[in-house]
């Protein structure tokens, strides 16, 4: 069973995002902190993660994320509605990117394609 985290600072979205998940069989863990990623103790399997939450920017933490040897290899999804965010995406060395609003089966397509290959770049 792969383990995703989601961090979005926005409760519903992550209540629905977790529920979602879990009914597709993904172990899930939540944080309303994007901060809580770069102290992790375990590692999941891939990281959605808001660009923007409060007080913190989401493509600072993935790049961060992406430079610590132990964590580099996590395929990272940013998701945020901010405009230019194929760009912010690629910048922030994420392996993928979804806009907001978006469609779940959307989500799950785009999940199960990073977990199949961490390698995925666009």
């Known amino acids: ?3 995703i ?15 979602m998940l879990e009914f597709e069989g993904y172990h899930v863990q939540t944080t309303a902190s994007g901060n ?6 375990t590692f999941p399997d891939l990281i ?4 923007w939450m409060s007080g913190v920017d989401g493509r600072e933490i993935c790049k961060a994320l992406k430079a610590n040897p132990e964590t580099g290899h996590i395929p990272i999804m940013l998701f945020s509605a901010s405009t230019n965010l194929m760009v912010s995406a690629s ?5 993928d990117f979804l806009e907001k609003p978006f469609e779940m089966q959307e989500l799950l397509q785009k999940i199960a394609t990073l977990l199949a290959s961490t390698t995925m770049h666009f």
């Open 5 to 19: 985290m989601v961090a979005d600072d926005d409760l519903s979205i992550l209540e629905c995002v977790k529920l």
């Open 91 to 95: 910048e922030a060395g994420a392996n």
């Open 48 to 51: 959605l993660l808001d660009i």
């Open 1 to 3: 069973m792969h383990t």
């Open 36 to 41: 809580d990623l770069l102290t992790l103790k």
